[in-house]
DNA sequence: CACGAGACTTAGGATTGAGTAC
DNA sequence: GTACTCAATCCTAAGTCTCGTG
């Protein structure tokens, strides 16, 4: 864990002391080439003043008011008559043409201390941790405070038998995270996040271990010895020959300025050009490492996982509220070269090793703060209760705040995940509601009250993301709904929504734009006539680059959703039709006469419908073709042995007949698997199902379907799943009624 | 009251490792 | 046993949304 002979120092080190000098031109070139694929259409890098974001175009909408396909007057009427909500709905009268942006921002009130009262609880509870904390290490609290009315639905069956037989045998369990049934007791007041932590503090990265010597970098095909620090970052890049990346200018270009800054004075005189650094012998080094590291022998690899195991231990288990919980990345992220995706202007850029100097700890105030390596010390210690995050660093590449935090089978967690799906099913409750105002508003003589009803319409029905602004040189890119562009948008008063499609719909929008990753998401819908009408007077005498909804931005979407349901923001409309798509293709799909590989076929399929409505793709593997050969394969051969059974049969008698319908019957149904798992690959080529699955599905829906379909469980989640949804299991298998979103 | 910092959730790709085929 | 394959897990980037501040 020593860190101290780590060449990448960030501090003030003399690797430091050079900045950029000299190096104007190469920036130059960046901004002058276009450095992403061409093959993306969105990928061009036109530079675009960062301003133009802020200062929307104030466009006067008096003109185009009045063309919509109704005189917007009428309409006025309507709106007030609406409903009350909708705050001074006559002053808007003259607010027919837009002014900049008003914005009511005050929804200060926050729901800061509002709600409970649970205090003595709290309190109770706190002292007996405070005691906890003493010594932190290892100690049997497992059946803590008696609020193991049941057994535990430990994962575990050994574990419970263990318990019952002794209390010596914990020792074994006091590595592990204990299980915290929080959701049987009340919740803290909003805001303390809790009462007491301990941990031990993040696990930085190994320190560099320098090249053997017959291992040479080249420059100009001469081997050239490089000192440590330029040697580490020449290994950094030497792990991305075989990447896309080193065929992009932008990384390259950030690479060899961040690599110059780290050169002796001699080496950064030398290497001017990265075309002639050779980097193949030290691509070569990592190959065989990896390759020695697959071939050890099987001591030597459980030796490996015996000591992850160990660091697991240690930097693993946080102490919060006297439960022991697990910490999800408390490995330091390693010093490497920043892998931004899509065009991100940044990548290639080095990523500083992080020191103990650069971390700040986040533990109790009464608990032993985790000590830093030897002859280092952290940045700052503190004591904020009102954060989750136990050890937290500013990463050097965008300057954003990195957090260790804790694996989301924590309380702290789960208790979120819980919460963010009760806001789904309040949703739930009002969406039609909420679905008329927008359509009323669909009228609105306001502008921006039209664009926020249509976006509202679009995040609704496609399940877009809200879009909050960016910033062009800190990131690639990419739009969500509130930040589309008239570019991303096409409008066809009648057309085909699929290649294949008979027939033509009215009224067709077709969104073509990257989101989030640069993910492409492409999509043609028809829409109601009004909105129809309303984005191409949205799209109306503007440029590609314009934005669609120039009167619209996240935070007054945001507050506007407040004001109609408290909790309520964007993303919870992913969340809500998420899953209740997947209950109802559930309901749709499951057939209970079937057997278990049917229903959860069904289930995948449900769960791939939800994936496609969130535009969840991956990439096409590898080895998806040569895979998919081979199932073609298996079925012709298949199909053939059907055709003799079929033949058999035909020439059967008797009691051979029989058999043989069995056997053409049987094979016949192997077939259909087999042709339902193509079907099944194929449609899941570029969809990915894990993230909906782990975000955006309300556990409980899936849980109530295995228990109700006789499922295990396990078929569907696997045991980080179970481990993370804990709370949900337990409250599906111990309440007597179906769960219903 | 706009704006940036901060905190936290969501995301796809890379890596690992368990299961299966050979 | 070894090789291969794919699902599970790890990693960290990239979103969302809130809050404090000048």
Redesign the pocket.
Known sequence: MSVVSSPLKNGNGAAMAFDSNGNDDIKREVKEETMSDDDVPWGELVKRDKKDK?NKQKRNYNDEDGDGDEPVKKVSKKSSKLNGKRGSDDESEDDYKPKS???T?SGKK?A?GSSSDEEEDDDEQMSEELSDEEDFKPQKRKSKSGDKSKPSTSSSAKKEVKKEVTKKKVKKEEDVEDIWEWWKEDKKPDGV?WNTLSHMGPLFAAPYLPLPDHVNFKYNGEVMKLSLAAEEIAQFYAGVLD?EYSTKDAFNTNFMKDWRKYMSTKERERIVDLRKCDFRQIDTFQKEQREIRKAMTKEEKLKI?EEKEGEMKIYGIAVIDGHRQKV??F?I??P?L?????G?PKMGML?KRILPEDVIINCGKSSEIPKPPPGHRWKEVRH?N????LC?WT?GV?G????I?LNPSSKI?GE??YE?YETARRLKKIIGGIRDRYTEDFRSKEMRIRQRAVALYFIDKLAL????E?DVDE??D?V?CCSLRVEHIKTFEKAKLNEGDKKEKEFVVEFDFP?????RYYNRVAVEKRVFKNVKLFLEGKAPRDDLFDRLD??SL?EHL?SLMPGL????F??YNASITLQDQLIKLTNPKDNVAAKILAYNRANRQVAIL??????V?K?FD??ME?LEQKIKDKKKEVKAAEEALKSARGAEKEKAQKKYDRLKEQLKKLKISRTDKDENKQV?L???KL??LDPRITIQWAKKYDVPLEKVF????REKFRWAIDMVNTSDEEYVF
């Open positions: 802020k942006k008003k914005k921002s926050r800061r996040k990447h996982k999800a990345n490995r992220e390693p490497g920043f892998r931004g995706r899509g991100h990523k904020d009102t954060v989750t995050w937290s990463e965008l954003q705040n990195k957090y935090m967690k979120k995940d963010k993301r809200a879009g909050n960016k990131a690639a990419t969500g989101g989030k990753d640069s993910i996240t935070a945001n407040r923001t964007v993303k919870v992913r969340t969130c535009n969840h793709q991956r990439a593997s080895t040569a895979a081979k990915a894990g993230t909906s975000n955006y696997t045991k980080t799943h």
